[in-house]
């Protein structure tokens, strides 16, 4: 996996300005863990054009999509990068104040060439620990089952998407933990054990069918539902919604067949960090 970012282009906002330079180069404030999730899921690469909104004490007040890569996921991903990490010297006027200013440059995500060939018909699971601090809410994704570069590794914290996600309402309470767990395998493929990771809140879960290409062919929604109080989740996800089963997610079918069956499920848990639970 690689990402190269170009160098940034400053428009100074007054005459004679000297313009915004960037801390440290663009690039060091991007690694290949942050590759999305979703975008791995559909091998999707492009390139993002954008724009950031420099204050006067050098930190991006605004970033600005000009020109998509094709792919929601990468284009929402660099912009929370570069709000939450890139910092500036700020730009300064003729009589040396500091002012605002611009920077535009671009971002490529490419995804190595084995991953470029679709998702083996086999199982792989994610699981998305969020835990809360007095520090604050971290979180950390460790995505398996698959043998192939790229799809087993620890990666930062997804965002939810509000439509289609799990919407979390509030901040955890210090000490709680919640664990999403995200599985897509064949049709009658086993459940795995769970109880150590804490009380049922949300489940959601879909089967689909996978035409010889690769792409899903047909997708229906099986359950949604709450459990326990719903001040953390406030509704279960659809997932014949999710961006993970839009294009051609799979490797392409070895010879002609009936239409391949899987299931997609979502289970979210929360559990107090002492908790030690047993299978």
């Given at each position: 996996?690689a990402?190269?970012v170009?160098?940034?282009?400053s428009?100074a906002?007054?005459?004679?300005?000297?313009?915004?330079?960037p801390?440290?180069?663009?690039?060091?404030?991007?690694?290949?863990d942050d590759?999305?999730m979703?975008a791995?899921?559909r091998?999707?690469?492009?390139?993002?054009?954008f724009?950031?909104?420099?204050?006067?004490?050098?930190?991006?007040?605004?970033c600005?999509?000009?020109?998509?890569?094709?792919d929601?996921d990468l284009?929402?991903?660099?912009?929370?990068i570069?709000m939450?990490?890139?910092?500036?010297?700020?730009?300064?006027?003729?009589?040396?104040r500091?002012?605002?200013?611009?920077?535009s440059s671009?971002?490529?995500?490419?995804?190595?060439?084995?991953?470029?060939?679709?998702?083996p018909?086999a199982?792989?699971?994610?699981?998305?620990a969020?835990?809360?601090?007095?520090?604050?809410?971290?979180?950390?994704?460790?995505?398996?089952?698959?043998?192939?570069?790229?799809?087993s590794r620890?990666a930062p914290?997804?965002r939810?998407?509000?439509?289609?996600?799990?919407?979390?309402?509030?901040?955890?309470s210090?000490?709680?933990?919640?664990?999403?767990?995200?599985?897509?395998?064949?049709?009658?493929?086993?459940?795995p054990i769970?109880?150590?990771?804490?009380?049922?809140?949300?489940?959601?879960?879909?089967r689909?069918?996978?035409a010889?290409d690769?792409?899903?062919?047909e997708?229906r929604s099986?359950?949604?539902?709450l459990h326990?109080p719903p001040?953390?989740?406030?509704?279960a996800p659809?997932?014949c919604r999710?961006?993970?089963?839009?294009?051609r997610?799979?490797?392409v079918?070895?010879?002609e067949?009936a239409?391949?069956?899987?299931?997609?499920?979502?289970?979210?848990?929360?559990?107090n960090?002492?908790?030690?639970?047993t299978?």
């Amino acid at each position: 996996m690689a990402i190269v970012v170009g160098a940034a282009q400053s428009e100074a906002s007054a005459p004679g300005a000297g313009s915004a330079r960037p801390t440290s180069q663009l690039h060091t404030y991007f690694s290949t863990d942050d590759y999305p999730m979703g975008a791995l899921l559909r091998r999707a690469q492009g390139t993002v054009h954008f724009s950031l909104r420099i204050d006067r004490e050098g930190a991006p007040s605004r970033c600005t999509v000009t020109e998509s890569s094709g792919d929601p996921d990468l284009d929402r991903v660099t912009c929370e990068i570069l709000m939450s990490r890139a910092r500036f010297s700020p730009a300064r006027d003729a009589q040396g104040r500091a002012v605002e200013d611009r920077v535009s440059s671009r971002v490529r995500w490419i995804l190595p060439e084995d991953t470029l060939r679709g998702l083996p018909f086999a199982p792989i699971r994610s699981i998305t620990a969020i835990t809360a601090s007095p520090a604050g809410v971290t979180c950390q994704t460790t995505i398996g089952g698959l043998e192939a570069p790229g799809f087993s590794r620890a990666a930062p914290c997804p965002r939810w998407p509000a439509a289609d996600g799990a919407l979390i309402e509030r901040v955890l309470s210090p000490g709680e933990v919640m664990t999403i767990v995200l599985e897509i395998a064949p049709l009658g493929s086993p459940h795995p054990i769970e109880s150590e990771l804490g009380e049922l809140r949300a489940e959601s879960a879909a089967r689909f069918s996978l035409a010889d290409d690769g792409g899903v062919l047909e997708c229906r929604s099986t359950r949604r539902q709450l459990h326990g109080p719903p001040s953390l989740i406030h509704e279960a996800p659809d997932m014949c919604r999710l961006p993970m089963l839009q294009g051609r997610v799979f490797e392409v079918a070895q010879q002609e067949s009936a239409p391949r069956l899987g299931r997609i499920e979502m289970r979210i848990y929360v559990r107090n960090r002492g908790d030690v639970r047993t299978r």
